[in-house]
């Protein structure tokens, strides 16, 4: 069965500074997709960045970057430059990738809850 | 492009009635997803619907939940008999034949 375990329940940071939020992960598929959402505090969910399994270069979106170390099963997220606005929570997922087609089961960590402080 | 459209956004259910959360999918997108949160907790795959048939109900309570994706309209969540353990945020979430899942807003269920 696939789990996502995200072991930091609260962090802060200064602003302007950079933060690490980490996720492992566990799985016995080959072939899956590592996810990061941000819910701030009006509820939506905000797609971040994306990586796959088989993605050899960490993926990185602006001011976002998955660190992911596959033999560690982990793919935690990096913000630079913290900004107030990244103040919410954050969500690792991880879907199983050997479906074909737009089947989109995603496992959800419990979250990080990220205060970012100026 | 509308993105995916749920509502209502909020719905306040006495114990024992019955909740309806709607969910129409971005146009163009014929998978839709229900996630709950419970607070303070990640969201919980719920079920896994293409037009008119239920792929994927792994995550669904046995009794008193139930979920459509009809050929016309929203996709629906019907929640019969609530009691206070079903407060919750629902998200439902739509895709194409591709990875990227787009999410609405939820609705926020508050049973009294």
């Known amino acids: 069965a696939q789990k996502i375990t995200q072991t930091q329940p609260g962090m802060f940071v200064q602003e302007k500074e950079a933060v690490t939020l980490d996720c492992t992960y566990d799985?016995?598929?080959?072939?899956?997709?590592l996810f990061w959402y941000k819910q701030p505090s009006s509820g939506e969910m905000i797609f971040l960045i994306y990586q796959g399994s088989y993605d050899e270069q960490n993926a990185t979106e602006g001011r976002y970057s998955l660190n992911f170390q596959k033999a560690r099963k982990s793919a935690n997220l990096v913000i630079s430059a913290s900004q107030l606005g990244d103040s919410a929570m954050y969500f690792c997922?991880?879907?199983?990738?050997?479906?074909?087609?737009?089947?989109?089961?995603?496992?959800f960590g419990a979250g990080t809850r990220l205060a970012v402080h100026p | 492009n509308a993105g995916v459209m749920q509502n209502p956004r909020h719905l306040v259910r006495r114990r024992g009635q019955e909740a309806r959360l709607r969910c129409s999918p971005m146009k163009g997108h014929s998978h839709v997803y229900w996630y709950r949160q419970l607070p303070e907790e990640g969201l919980k795959f719920m079920v896994y619907l293409q037009k008119e048939n239920i792929i994927d109900e792994s995550g669904m309570p046995k009794e008193r939940f139930s979920a459509e994706f009809p050929k016309e309209g929203p996709s629906i969540l019907r929640i019969q008999q609530v009691v206070r353990g079903d407060s919750a945020a629902y998200f439902c979430?739509?895709?194409?034949?591709?990875?990227?899942?787009?999410f609405g807003q939820g609705t926020r269920l508050t049973v009294v």
């Open positions: 799985t016995s598929d080959q072939s899956y997709g």
């Open positions: 979430a739509s895709s194409r034949d591709s990875p990227e899942a787009f």
């Open positions: 997922a991880m879907r199983d990738e050997s479906f074909s087609g737009g089947y989109n089961k995603l496992i």
